[in-house]
């Protein structure tokens, strides 16, 4: 073998063309080092095995190999079955007998730096119809590419795929972003069919999408955001869904195409659907239908966990709302996450339709919201213990709601106190978000009901044109609420004075913040200088009553009643955001310094 070898590289080949076995003269072939040769010696091994017919041919690392003299190799091998001409240089756009091989199953072009495009180029002829796994890596600059189906092992580049100028496949031009998918379900253990910011994905391309993940074990999460469909592609997005074998979470997103009640159906069907995001659809349009698919998809997924409805016009669909209601106190039910942000909801209307649902006409917009959000809203015991209070004390609730999302609706004035009121006697929410909502100087009726709260540990209230009344409002109500740990009040148009005031007065929020108010670390420190003359840290701990022990959010149903906690340890800090992007860790009560820094801290 050593001398056939020998005399590809110094001879005429004579002793190569003598070995009887093509399996050996294929070995000799796939050992001889192009790399070490010189290109004069590269050309005369090329020109010696040109007559041999292949079944596996390796050229690895050859600099010489042009699309010429590949083709003068492959007209002999018309039984090739393996290419392999990794890191070699000179091919720029072979054709002609390399793409018509019949059986060509495998074809390995991994760093060929001077490849430019892999193309069909007569529309009559066979295109690789045998080839299964195509290795395409450091292509950099590959721009076209042809695929002559799917499902095909493809290994390429994210990169190298996003600088491609086209892909075909099967002679129909495909969007990147689709084969990028199917290249990374195919060669990875991926458990998410993502796709964003697409335009124009074909009918073939979601029939592949279907094919690749109906074969995948792993794939149980699918995320389309901002995706058009061209031919009614769209409609075979549920058919999509039930491909999964064990679909757990969906995020359909401003989606062009698509039929909201086929999807609602398919949801209906998946078993195991623990998380179900649909935004920028209109409920109002899909009818009485997509109403009652909608509400057979809450009544029969009791799986379900998280349901976000963002920006679907939720304010005038009230039978929406009210199948939400029903599934919400149903004894036993499983959702623990709801948002429903942008949808133009206001807290009376909302109290209304499920009030009139109810039967309870007479009953306030407290009870009414509290009937609405089942004990994320009202007094609930275990084993359903009944209601006290409201219009519609007599109904028995068991959901388990610990995060309600209402931002970008029309929450304010008389709906902050029934919200306020209802959360006052609240025992399973902990995160509240109220965002872009118009709470402005209405937040002391809101506050005064969630200073009694004991569980809710996360609220934000971003963006709600609090000022300087209504953050005071919220510290002074707040300021003996022990459960509270993290506080959001960005862009409030609150001052570096109300602003510090909210540090000293909430000493037990561990995280608060005050970013994009128009002030930064600074002047929060010549405020809090000014509140410390009046207040010390010390004196924030010195009351044995009051402060010194801390309640820990528990459920009643476990212990019968609160139990109590130390208070945090002094050397422990609070994280304070100012500013837009300055971070400020402050000791428990209020700072009458501003701490020094340390160099990492400096960095």
């Excluded at 569980?455 to 609090?466: H, K, M």
């Excluded at 701990?541 to 459920?555: K, L, N």
Aim: proline share 3%; glycine share 12%.
């Amino acid at each position: 073998l050593a001398g056939a070898r020998d005399s590809l590289v110094y001879g005429n080949g004579s002793e190569f063309a003598a070995l009887g076995e093509l399996g050996a003269k294929e070995n000799v072939v796939r050992l001889v080092p192009f790399a070490n040769l010189s290109p004069g010696e590269q050309v005369r091994v090329l020109e010696n095995v040109r007559d041999t017919p292949f079944v596996s041919l390796t050229l690895r690392g050859c600099s010489v190999l042009t699309d010429e003299r590949l083709a003068a190799i492959l007209e002999h091998t018309p039984h090739l079955e393996l290419l392999d001409v990794s890191f070699s240089s000179g091919l720029v756009s072979p054709t002609g007998s390399l793409t018509e091989m019949p059986k060509l199953h495998t074809l390995v072009l991994r760093g060929v730096t001077t490849l430019a495009a892999l193309e069909q180029r007569s529309r009559r002829s066979r295109y690789l119809p045998a080839l299964a796994r195509l290795d395409v890596r450091g292509c950099g600059a590959l721009k076209m590419l042809d695929i002559p189906k799917f499902p095909l092992s493809i290994r390429i580049d994210p990169s190298g795929l996003a600088n491609m100028e086209r892909v075909r496949v099967a002679g129909v031009e495909w969007t990147l972003a689709v084969c990028l998918v199917i290249n990374t379900l195919n060669n990875t253990q991926a458990d998410t069919l993502q796709l964003e910011d697409v335009s124009g994905v074909s009918v073939a391309e979601v029939q592949s999408l279907v094919g690749v993940v109906s074969k995948s074990q792993f794939v149980n999460a699918l995320m389309l955001n901002r995706v058009s469909f061209a031919g009614g592609a769209g409609n075979l997005v549920p058919q999509l869904m039930r491909s999964a074998n064990a679909l757990k979470c969906v995020t359909i997103s401003g989606c062009r195409g698509v039929e909201l009640a086929a999807v609602v159906a398919a949801a209906t069907e998946s078993a195991h659907l623990r998380q179900l995001t649909l935004s920028e659809f209109d409920f109002a349009a899909g009818g009485g239908a997509l109403v009652r698919q909608f509400d057979a998809m809450l009544q029969a997924r009791s799986s379900l966990r998280a349901l976000t409805l963002r920006g679907c016009g939720l304010s005038g669909c009230s039978r929406v709302l009210a199948a939400l209601g029903r599934v919400l106190n149903r004894r036993g039910g499983g959702l623990s996450s709801l948002d429903l942000s942008d949808n133009g909801i206001s807290g009376l209307g909302l109290a209304e339709v499920i009030s009139g649902l109810l039967g309870g006409g007479e009953a306030s917009a407290m009870g009414a919201l509290g009937m609405m959000l089942g004990s994320a809203m009202s007094r609930v015991g275990v084993g359903g213990r009944k209601v006290s209070g409201g219009g519609n004390s007599g109904a028995v609730h068991g959901t388990s709601l610990t995060t309600l999302v209402l931002d970008g609706n029309a929450l304010g004035g008389r709906d902050l106190g029934a919200l306020g009121g209802a959360l006052a006697a609240n025992c399973s929410l902990t995160a509240l978000s109220l965002s872009r909502n118009p709470i402005g100087e209405h937040m002391a009726s809101f506050a005064r009901g969630l200073s009694g709260n004991t569980r809710v540990t996360t609220l934000e209230l971003d963006s709600a044109q609090l000022g300087d009344a209504g953050a005071l409002a919220l510290a002074t109500a707040l300021a003996g609420n022990r459960a509270l740990r993290w506080l959001s009040l960005q862009a409030n148009r609150i001052s570096a004075d109300a602003g510090a005031e909210v540090v000293a007065a909430l000493v037990f929020v561990t995280h608060l913040n005050l970013a994009f108010n128009g002030w930064g670390e600074e002047e929060m420190f010549e405020a809090l200088a000014v509140v410390a003359a009046r207040v010390s840290s010390a004196g924030a701990e010195s009351d044995d009553d009051d402060v010194s022990e801390a309640s820990d959010p528990v459920s009643e149903g476990e212990t019968g009643s609160s139990s109590s906690a130390q208070a945090p340890s002094s050397d422990r800090k609070r994280t304070v955001f100012v500013g837009e992007s300055a971070v400020v860790q402050l000791p428990w009560g209020v700072a009458q310094q501003k701490p020094a820094k340390s160099s990492s801290q400096k960095e």
